[in-house]
């Protein structure tokens, strides 16, 4: 036969469909005479169930030795409505097939009764009545029936009600089996507290344990980091002479790695091993990752060298936490190695690991060596998954390298992957970093059918509105809520501040009264946008409404707010709101005091308020502070300016100023502007006493200064006297003492002067009023006014 059907293939086609179709026959009829059998043992069983002593009849019948789940199920269904309503008929026959040893069955009806809705104590009180009405001692009841009711609703996840029957039924002793069973699910769903409750009371009628509920125990202590329990559990039950298994070996040294206890941990592999255990994978697995968080990675690589000695193979997953914990602390060349001696082992090439190297390049700023791990994974046959392009974008968008990300980005959908919102929305960001915002916008209405993240639309607007263009700025806001999408605070801010820049006062008010409404509350930015838009129209009385609005919603400015409202307030001159507002600011201690009277001082001066700022200035005095070099050079050039330059000098002395030569130099050229020569001379002096150094603008307004008041004798001895300090005198300050001499007749000295200035190669200018002309103020290097 067999050489027939070598020589004619067709012909051992035939033969095998033929057999193929006498198969399906057969299997066929089996199942029409199984029906048929189950079908005719339901009319039986019906029967006999509406027969008077059904409870009699039955278990002596042959009908239990036949029965099958099948059978139960077709019964249920034809008699479902009555389940509840004669429980106790459903009880009986539940007890009478357990009785046979028809568990399956038996589980079929008790299912049948927690469909119902019928609570687990009335369940199980049914149950307990029916025992004790229907069995004495002497009968042949088999007491399975009450585990069976507890598994049952174990099984269908009615922990809660299982483990209120075992709390609340004192007689019931569960098997060992469902006990474990019992306590290995509370553990799964996290039921600690139940888990406790159950292994107390179980444990009174037990009075042993095995062991899977000891490392069960050890597993519900180590899930709360309870480790010193863990590890009492442990010694317990070597004590009471049950030998921990591989699985209760997981479990502690899992444990106690997870709590950073690797030492004992290794401790524990030790003492498996001495009793002729054998550390599996998993263990391994768990020693390894225990090592590298507690960047212990040359331990680490000693589990992989042991694994080889014990004849075991790592998986990628060990690869990968090693190259994982290399990568997070900085040392790609190690996790690299460890990449390459997975490539050499039996694990091979493996995408999970290389994404997790260009992960750690990635964030780590490390794009070139990120695009070298690339080209190796294609050459290696690697293909990239939707994560490794995922990654390649976010850190080409990072680096502002937006031709690679969109490089990556087109392959990745040659490749037809197709770009979820997130990938999206990294490159509109990136697009906003270099500020390519129309680019960006495209690409937003691109992703139109995408759920972009609100954050996007929030740093997308963020940007456009501090472009100043308003128009994009609503018509992102727009296409933000045309999505759906609900803006928050901070969208509303960027669009309210772009309106208030453009002084669009009535549309940024319309915009806060619609975020109002959807029970959004204005934050310091769109308050700080509405004082300066109000300010920049002049219109001074709103923006202080607001500013006080603002701090009745417990809201403060910001610096620039606060400037600008000191400023506008000050070039008013309505010092009332100026002095109102800067006594708030103070108050509320947004900045250091020093800080908050600077800005105000800064307004004061900036708008001639000296009145107010020598007021200003005895309160800050008496407050001890010291005002910088820079404010003390404002309010005393502001004095000056005016005229009162010996208030200047009174207000220099009296106050706590940290003065600089700039600011003697500006009083210098005040006191000499007003006539009063001699307190210029005091002041020149003074200078010195200070220890401060003269410049080449002090020495310049000094000289300058004598010269307009004749005083060639105390000019000539300043320019002597910077000369032997080789200090460099340039020929405007030579031109003007020898105008000097030609006004108050000294001929003689202008020639000594002359021959002196054409010696340093200075040319003589011809006579003119150099003290008068403005043009010709001391700043030419030695005068700085």
């Known amino acids: 036969m067999r050489k027939i059907l070598l020589k004619n293939p067709k012909y051992s086609s035939s033969v095998h469909q033929n057999a193929i179709k006498r198969s399906i026959s057969s299997s066929s009829t089996l199942i029409s005479t199984s029906t048929k059998q189950n079908h005719r043992l339901l009319t039986e069983i019906k029967s006999i169930l509406q027969s008077d002593n059904w409870e009699s009849t039955l278990p002596v019948s042959h009908v239990p030795g036949k029965l099958n789940p099948h059978v139960i199920q077709l019964l249920l269904r034809e008699n479902q409505a009555s389940i509840q309503s004669n429980s106790k008929t459903t009880t009986l026959f539940a007890i009478t097939l357990c009785n046979s040893n028809l568990y399956g069955c038996v589980s079929l009806v008790i299912d049948a009764m927690i469909t119902t809705g019928l609570s687990p104590i009335t369940i199980w009180d049914s149950f307990v009545s029916c025992y004790n009405e229907k069995f004495d001692l002497h009968s042949n009841l088999n007491p399975k029936v009450f585990e069976v009711i507890v598994d049952r609703f174990r099984v269908k996840g009615l922990l809660d009600e299982a483990g209120e029957i075992l709390l609340r ?215 990239p998954d939707f994560r490794t392009f995922s990654l390649l974008i976010e850190g080409y968008c990072k680096e502002r390298q937006m031709v690679d990300a969109f490089r990556v980005f087109e392959e990745m959908k040659r490749v037809d992957l197709e770009p979820n919102a997130r990938i999206y929305g990294v490159l509109i960001i990136g697009l906003c970093h270099i500020r390519d915002l129309e680019k960006a916008y495209t690409l937003l209405k691109d992703a139109k059918n995408l759920e972009i993240d609100d954050m996007v639309y929030e740093v997308l607007l963020s940007y456009v509105s501090k472009e100043n263009d308003y128009e994009n700025t609503i018509r992102v806001f727009e296409a933000m809520k045309e999505e759906g999408k609900k803006p928050n605070v901070f969208c509303y801010a960027s669009v309210i501040g772009s309106l208030c820049r453009e002084k669009k006062m009535v549309e940024a008010r319309s915009l806060m009264d619609e975020m109002i409404e959807n029970d959004l509350e204005p934050n310091a930015c769109i308050f700080g946008a509405f004082i300066k838009g109000y300010c920049n129209l002049s219109e001074l009385k709103i923006a202080n409404k607001y500013f006080y609005t603002m701090i009745g919603h417990g809201l403060v400015p910001n610096i620039e707010t606060y400037k600008v409202l000191m400023e506008e307030n000050c070039k008013n001159g309505d010092l009332i709101d100026t002095f109102s507002i800067f006594r708030c600011m103070l108050s509320k201690k947004v900045f250091s005091e020093i800080y908050t009277y600077k800005i105000f001082l800064d307004g004061l001066i900036k708008y001639g308020k000296l009145e107010a700022v020598s007021r200003v200035l005895v309160e800050f005095k008496n407050k001890g502070f010291v005002l910088d070099v820079s404010l003390c050079n404002s309010v005393v050039l502001s004095l000056c300016k005016k005229g009162k330059v010996l208030e200047a000098w009174k207000l220099l002395e009296g106050t706590r100023f940290s003065s600089s030569i700039h600011t003697y130099n500006v009083l210098l050229k005040g006191f000499f502007k007003i006539g009063d020569k001699e307190r210029a001379k005091d002041l020149f002096d003074e200078i010195k006493e200070k220890s401060l150094s003269p410049d080449d603008v002090t020495n310049g307004t000094m000289i300058i200064g004598l010269c307009k008041f004749k005083d060639l004798d105390t000019a000539c001895g300043l320019l002597n006297e910077m000369v032997e300090k080789g200090v460099l005198v340039n020929s405007f300050l030579y031109n003007a003492l020898v105008e000097c001499c030609y006004k108050i007749g000294d001929l003689e000295k202008a020639k000594e002067l002359s021959r002196e200035m054409t010696k340093k190669g200075f040319v003589l200018s011809s006579r003119f009023d150099l003290l008068t002309s403005k043009d010709q103020e001391p700043e030419r290097s030695q005068m700085g006014m």
């Open 169 to 383: 039924n004192d007689k019931f002793v569960p098997s060992p089996l469902f006990f474990s069973s019992f306590l290995k699910d509370l553990i799964n769903v996290k039921k600690l507290e139940l888990f406790w409750k159950v292994c107390e009371v179980v444990l009174k009628k037990i009075g042993s344990l095995d062991v899977y509920v000891y490392t069960n125990m050890i597993k519900a202590h180590c899930m709360v980091g309870n480790v010193e329990n863990a590890k009492k559990v442990f010694l317990e039950m070597g004590e009471k002479g049950c030998n921990p298994n591989l699985v209760t070996y997981n479990v502690i040294i899992h444990g106690l790695c997870k709590s950073g206890r690797i030492n004992e941990a290794i401790e524990i592999k030790k003492n498996m091993i001495n009793k002729g255990l054998v550390p599996n994978v998993f263990i391994y697995n768990t020693l390894l990752h225990g090592y590298c968080r507690k960047k212990r990675f040359e331990d680490a690589k000693m589990i992989l060298k042991e694994m080889s000695d014990m004849g075991l193979d790592p998986d990628f997953v060990m690869y990968n936490a090693l190259v994982n914990g290399f990568m997070s602390n900085g040392d790609v060349d190690s996790a690299l190695r460890v990449k390459d001696k997975m490539i050499g082992s039996c694990v091979g090439p493996n995408l999970v690991v290389y994404n997790t190297i260009l992960h750690g390049l990635c964030k780590g700023h490390m794009m070139e060596k990120a695009n070298e791990v690339v080209n190796e994974m294609n050459k290696k046959g690697v293909k």
